[in-house]
């Protein structure tokens, strides 16, 4: 097919390729050195197999290329151009490495001849997210006389098969040079040819089967607690009910729910009584939301076995170098009919976990109670008095409790009690997120997290993407507005695209206000820390959301939240919460 470009050729080959491999989504920023890429992508969107994302921002776009990829389990492939073009994508490919998200980078770039030689637009460009990707090729220019179709696809089966690795999934980068021409214009009999040869050698798209992982089994006996960092998912629940052990499951984990669970645990692993008879720990997934728990893994005086499940994560979790076994799966013994004292013991220390979180869950209630009174609840039987004076004590008891400064226990609570299984949520690396994992009761809702390096740059666009993904879903975005305004570039949708149904809910303090809690905060002058850490703005959050087409809501007491919360409408949204620094 000489007439047809060999880029325009090969782009066919490879994306025709990662789509036969199971690829749905392609997000694609736009620029002249990977206009073959971008052309073929638009062509093969056309036929309904795969869609089409094209974003302005490569670092929006990578993001959405992440939240995609999280909520589908299936690699997204993202495209650029040369260049900083590139560098824009390292933030998540980097959360991508450190969650085990599957990725697969597509960044075009100069030929050998142009490279090392101050050509425009040309940088090192292989290899240039290190030891964050799964897998890196720098690919030599496609030439008239090859054989590009063969090479497109079987790139395309070697990069998906590594990008989805059961035990190691996480971003491919194919580095492509081009040469001219970068693109060529391909008729109606040529885009069926190109089609054809992308298919070609059907055997080579079967997927390596994935091998079984047999669990070790856990003996019952030692007092033990499981512990489910972000992204541990059902298996930890399933093995602390079967264990009959105590589950600390934080907000992300996937696990957060069951008879098990226990609530307060940063109070709770402050208190010796129990944390003395600790003997033994499980842990699934990445706990990332508390400082007690590392503590606890690393404090070698106590002599707790720790046992990690290793999971898809591409590091081990290991504070202080001090966990026991690293194992690929756990069972738990079954009960021994002859000797059920095992079992007695493990009832006894579930019981006691579970009625000191009770304890400590009532103590908060009641605490957040007193300091904002106006939040109770009125007395039903006022309202059904026919004593005038009684009606009106009601409904100033209801007028307080609606018109009640919104605080960021309510905020979360809220967002909590409005989202269902069937829906999304993702929230931010911010003080809401530590408040939610604080107290909010378990519940089965889907709950994503970048917390991989717990970052927060790309999360509306990590949103928008599971959004997409999981449309028509609701999905919502708890954030604070530094993170908000981080990420601000992400609400551009390309014209005519899908506009999902999302919620950006912005906790609004004025700044980082996470930074007060921290000991800085007691070191460091009052000026210093507004200046370089709260960081304070005066942004305009409804002319953002106007610039950007987004339909927005201001919230400054509950019933304005509980409004705004059930009336999410088809599009998307910007909720603007106000809270107290």
């Given at each position: 097919?000489?007439e047809?470009?060999?880029?325009?050729?090969?782009?066919?080959?490879?994306?025709?390729?990662?789509?036969?491999q199971?690829?749905?989504?392609?997000?694609?920023?736009?620029?002249?050195?990977?206009?073959?890429?971008?052309l073929?992508a638009?062509?093969?969107?056309?036929?309904?197999?795969?869609?089409?994302?094209?974003?302005?921002?490569?670092?929006?776009?990578?993001?959405?290329?992440l939240?995609?990829?999280?909520?589908?389990?299936?690699?997204?492939?993202?495209?650029?151009?040369?260049?900083?073009a590139?560098?824009?994508?390292?933030?998540?490919?980097?959360?991508?490495?450190?969650?085990g998200?599957?990725?697969?980078?597509?960044?075009?770039?100069?030929?050998?001849?142009?490279r090392?030689?101050?050509?425009?637009?040309?940088?090192?460009?292989?290899?240039?997210?290190?030891?964050?990707?799964?897998?890196?090729?720098?690919?030599?220019?496609?030439?008239?006389?090859s054989?590009?179709?063969?090479?497109?696809?079987?790139?395309?089966?070697?990069?998906?098969?590594?990008?989805?690795?059961?035990?190691?999934?996480?971003?491919?980068?194919?580095?492509?040079?081009f040469?001219?021409?970068?693109?060529?214009?391909?008729?109606?009999?040529?885009?069926?040819?190109?089609?054809?040869?992308?298919?070609?050698?059907?055997?080579?798209?079967?997927?390596a089967?994935?091998?079984?992982?047999?669990?070790?089994?856990?003996?019952?006996?030692?007092?033990?607690?499981?512990?489910?960092?972000?992204?541990?998912?059902?298996?930890?629940?399933?093995?602390?009910?079967?264990?009959?052990?105590?589950?600390?499951?934080?907000?992300?984990?996937?696990?957060?729910?069951?008879?098990?669970?226990?609530?307060?645990y940063?109070?709770?692993?402050?208190?010796?009584?129990?944390?003395?008879?600790?003997?033994?720990i499980?842990?699934?997934?990445?706990?990332?939301?508390?400082?007690?728990?590392?503590?606890?893994?690393?404090?070698?005086?106590?002599?707790?076995?720790?046992?990690?499940?290793?999971?898809?994560?591409?590091?081990?979790?290991?504070?202080?170098?001090?966990?026991?076994?690293?194992l690929?799966?756990?069972?738990?013994?079954?009960?021994?009919?002859?000797?059920?004292?095992?079992?007695?013991?493990?009832?006894?220390?579930?019981g006691?976990?579970?009625?000191?979180?009770?304890?400590?869950?009532?103590?908060?209630?009641?605490?957040?109670?007193?300091?904002?009174?106006?939040?109770?609840?009125?007395?039903?039987?006022?309202?059904?008095?026919?004593?005038?004076?009684?009606?009106?004590?009601?409904?100033?008891?209801?007028?307080?409790?609606?018109?009640?400064?919104?605080?960021?226990?309510?905020?979360?609570?809220?967002?909590?009690?409005?989202?269902?299984?069937?829906?999304?949520?993702?929230?931010?690396?911010s003080?809401?997120?530590?408040?939610?994992?604080?107290?909010?009761?378990?519940?089965?809702?889907?709950?994503?997290?970048?917390?991989?390096?717990?970052?927060?740059?790309?999360t509306?666009?990590?949103?928008?993407?599971?959004?997409?993904?999981?449309?028509?879903?609701?999905?919502?975005?708890?954030?604070?507005?530094?993170?908000?305004?981080?990420?601000?570039?992400?609400?551009?949708?390309?014209?005519?695209?899908?506009?999902?149904?999302?919620?950006?809910?912005?906790?609004?303090?004025?700044?980082?206000?996470?930074?007060?809690?921290?000991?800085?905060?007691?070191s460091?002058?009052p000026?210093?820390?507004?200046?370089?850490?709260?960081?304070?703005?005066d942004?305009?959050?409804?002319?953002?959301?106007?610039?950007?087409?987004?339909?927005?809501?201001?919230?400054?007491?509950?019933?304005?939240?509980?409004?705004?919360?059930?009336?999410?409408?088809?599009?998307?949204?910007?909720?603007?919460?106000?809270?107290?620094?």
């Open positions: 097919m000489p047809v470009a060999p880029s325009t050729r090969f782009a066919f080959s490879l994306l025709g390729g990662l789509i036969r199971g690829v749905r989504d392609i997000v694609l920023a736009p620029g002249a050195r990977s206009q073959a890429l971008a073929a638009e062509r093969l969107a056309r036929l309904g197999d795969v869609r089409l994302h094209v974003r302005i921002d490569e670092r929006a776009a990578g993001f959405l290329g939240g995609l990829s999280i909520e589908t389990g299936v690699p997204t492939v993202v495209i650029t151009t040369s260049g900083t590139v560098a824009n994508l390292h933030p998540a490919v980097l959360e991508a490495h450190h969650s998200v599957p990725l697969l980078i597509l960044t075009a770039d100069r030929p050998e001849e142009l090392g030689i101050a050509s425009n637009q040309t940088t090192h460009q292989p290899d240039i997210f290190g030891f964050a990707s799964r897998w890196s090729t720098d690919e030599a220019s496609p030439m008239p006389e054989d590009v179709e063969q090479r497109g696809l079987a790139l395309a089966v070697k990069a998906y098969s590594i990008a989805t690795d059961a035990q190691a999934p996480g971003p491919v980068h194919l580095n492509l040079a040469r001219d021409p970068l693109s060529s214009s391909v008729t109606p009999e040529e885009f069926e040819g190109l089609l054809a040869a992308s298919s070609a050698k059907p055997e080579m798209l079967v997927p089967p994935r091998p079984s992982v047999r669990p070790t089994e856990i003996l019952r006996g030692p007092r033990t607690i499981v512990i489910a960092g972000t992204g541990a998912g059902p298996e930890a629940e399933e093995i602390a009910h079967q264990g009959e052990w105590p589950l600390i499951a934080e907000i992300a984990s996937g696990a957060r729910y069951g008879r098990n669970l226990v609530l307060g940063r109070e709770l692993l402050a208190q010796t009584d129990l944390v003395d008879q600790i003997q033994r499980i842990i699934f997934g990445h706990p990332t939301l508390s400082r007690e728990i590392p503590a606890l893994v690393a404090d070698t005086e106590r002599g707790i076995e720790t046992i990690v499940i290793r999971g898809s994560l591409p590091e081990v979790y290991n504070p202080g170098h001090n966990v026991a076994r690293v690929d799966g756990v069972s738990v013994a079954p009960k021994s009919a002859e000797d059920p004292g095992d079992s007695d013991d493990d009832r006894k220390w579930l006691a976990w579970l009625t000191a979180s009770r304890a400590l869950v009532a103590e908060h209630e009641a605490a957040v109670l007193a300091a904002h009174p106006e939040t109770r609840a009125p007395d039903l039987t006022t309202a059904r008095s026919e004593t005038p004076a009684s009606q009106r004590t009601f409904v100033k008891a209801e007028l307080a409790a609606v018109r009640a400064t919104v605080t960021r226990d309510m905020l979360v609570t809220a967002v909590w009690r409005a989202s269902w299984p069937h829906d999304r949520l993702v929230l931010g690396a003080r809401l997120i530590r408040v939610a994992d604080r107290w909010l009761p378990g519940k089965k809702v889907p709950v994503h997290a970048n917390r991989g390096l717990a970052g927060i740059d790309g509306i666009s990590t949103g928008v993407g599971i959004a997409l993904a999981s449309a028509p879903a609701l999905t919502r975005v708890l954030l604070g507005d530094l993170a908000t305004l981080h990420d601000a570039g992400s609400m551009l949708f390309g014209r005519g695209e899908e506009r999902p149904r999302i919620q950006v809910i912005v906790g609004n303090d004025g700044g980082g206000s996470i930074f007060d809690l921290l000991e800085v905060a007691q460091a002058s000026e210093s820390v507004e200046r370089v850490l709260f960081t304070p703005h942004v305009n959050f409804e002319s953002l959301a106007a610039a950007y087409g987004w339909h927005y809501v201001r919230v400054t007491n509950a019933g304005e939240l509980e409004r705004a919360l059930t009336g999410a409408g088809v599009g998307p949204a910007l909720v603007e919460v106000i809270l107290a620094r």
